[in-house]
């Protein structure tokens, strides 16, 4: 069972800067692929951005390429998303994600997450 923290989050104004870090523990092998999606109320959970651990492999999503940078240590299991120039679009509960067994893409839709965390709230005003 792979446990996962997520930190960061919280209110900004459109064009500013958010930080998000997610810690997982128990259960990662050698190699795994992490990345974040997010759900806006009534929408459906979008996968934004994903990495092959250690390999370094990315994927954004459109809507977010150019804005947001995912990175990771390996050596920690810990990922990160530094997200620029928000938008209040961007407004979502943000979860963390891992596929605890090696892969050789990043995860781009939600069966390639096994475990998630909890979420924590990015909101963008106007």
């Known amino acids: 069972q792979v446990q996962l923290v997520e930190s960061g989050g919280g209110l900004v104004q459109a064009g500013g800067s958010l930080r998000l870090s997610c810690v997982a523990s128990g259960g990662t092998s050698n190699g795994y692929v992490m990345g974040w999606f997010r759900q806006a109320p009534g929408k459906e959970r979008e996968v934004v951005v994903g990495i092959v651990c250690p390999r370094g492999y990315t994927y954004y999503a459109d809507a977010v390429k150019g804005r947001f940078t995912i990175s990771s240590d390996y050596t920690k299991n810990t990922v990160s998303l530094q997200m620029n120039s928000l938008d209040p679009e961007d407004t979502a509960v943000y979860y963390c994600?891992?596929?605890?067994?090696?892969?050789?893409?990043?995860?781009?839709?939600?069966?390639?997450?096994?475990?998630w965390g909890q979420g924590t709230q990015v909101t963008v005003s106007s």
């Open positions: 994600g891992v596929r605890a067994t090696p892969w050789a893409t990043p995860p781009r839709q939600m069966h390639d997450f096994d475990y």
